[in-house]
């Protein structure tokens, strides 16, 4: 969903960006608003693509609103609510989230609580210096260091609260950040290019500290020699035949793996991976119950806080260990046999 919803939320940016840099005139006001409203509709797919990104987009849009004006806003607002405000109200209606998880103080993101400025000296090397620098150049320009508002807004947001239930996830919101300062650091160094030898010296050894310590994260991956599997060919295997055997709409009770292969079949899985649901702010204590209890052989209680009715059992390597008596599972028929199995439950 970041690789979906990143593209979408920064072509809608900078449709925003390209109308606040028109000037101020008459005839410039309908392109604008067509401007704003294209980067509407951009905005309306990224309720069920992105939730992240659609409220980084809306909180830049509270920024640049009083520079657009209120007809830029009104078309932004027609491109999107169409198409957005059904999937804001399906999301609300059918979920089961714990919105209180999603916002608490925590200053400091991902152990940078001690010593901020060297935690990012370190994480960013010179990038923030320079973004700072740049924005102090953009301000001699009418208008232009504003564009930095919403993105160092975000930036300090990022660092004194959490976000989402998981601290890290506090990147979907420092990306975008980094992003929108990204130019800035980038006038920085161009100013320096245009001083003469010394200057573009200058300039190079800036751009490679501002970019080493990702260059070195993103090496350790690049350069690995080592390998990491999630799904195996049985995995495919099985994710088709279930997908073959089972009608779109059925619930299959599964180990709570984050790569069970089951997730592939595009069936719905009454338990998912722990980490995920916790991380993303979702309710699961109903469940877990109800799927432990199955595991044990009892029956799924026809009443209770779930609604969600089991219709079938994968039994793979991973379920093993949680099937407590094997020989319980004999009176249910099979819907897939191989290279796993999967069993309609009563």
């Not at 009083?66 to 932004?76: I, P, W």
């Not at 004194?160 to 160094?189: E, Q, V, Y």
């Not at 161009?190 to 310590?213: C, E, N």
């Not at 109903?286 to 209770?304: C, S, Y």
Request: with cysteine; glycine share 8%.
């Amino acid at each position: 969903s970041i690789l979906f919803g990143w593209p979408l939320l920064f072509f809608a940016l900078a449709l925003l960006v390209e109308s606040l840099n028109q000037d101020r005139q008459t005839d410039q006001e309908p392109t604008r608003s067509h401007l704003w409203m294209r980067a509407g509709i951009l905005a309306s797919l990224l309720p069920l693509v992105h939730a992240h990104s659609f409220l980084v987009l809306g909180f830049c849009v509270l920024f640049f609103a009083s520079r657009a004006g209120l007809n830029s806003v009104q078309a932004f607002a027609r491109g999107m609510l169409p198409l957005a405000l059904p999937a804001l109200l399906f999301m609300v209606t059918h979920n089961s989230l714990s919105t209180g998880r999603f916002f608490q103080w925590q200053p400091g993101f991902d152990g940078g609580a001690g010593q901020p400025l060297m935690y990012w000296l370190l994480n960013a090397g010179l990038f923030l210096p320079l973004a700072v620098l740049g924005i102090a150049m953009a301000s001699r320009v009418s208008g232009r260091a504003s564009l930095a508002s919403p993105f160092a807004a975000l930036f300090i947001l990022a660092n004194l609260f959490r976000l989402s239930p998981w601290i890290w996830d506090n990147m979907k919101f420092l990306a975008p950040a980094h992003a929108g300062l990204a130019p800035f650091a980038a006038l920085a160094l161009a100013t320096a290019w245009r001083q003469g030898r010394m200057g573009r010296a200058m300039s190079i050894l800036g751009f490679g500290l501002a970019t080493l310590s990702g260059a070195l994260d993103v090496s350790k991956v690049a350069l690995s020699a080592g390998e990491f599997g999630i799904f195996g060919r049985a995995d495919l295997a099985f994710a088709m035949k279930v997908r073959q055997a089972t009608p779109p709409s059925t619930t299959i009770l599964t180990a709570p793996t984050h790569n069970h292969p089951v997730l592939l079949s595009g069936r719905r899985v009454f338990l998912g991976y722990e980490g995920h649901l916790w991380s993303q702010g979702l309710d699961y204590t109903a469940r877990k119950p109800v799927a432990e209890a199955m595991f044990r052989g009892e029956p799924q209680p026809t009443d209770g806080p779930t609604l969600v009715r089991v219709e079938a059992l994968a039994v793979t390597p991973a379920e093993l260990s949680l099937i407590k008596d094997p020989a319980g599972l004999e009176g249910l028929s099979s819907l897939v046999d191989s290279p796993y199995r999967l069993l309609r439950v009563r």
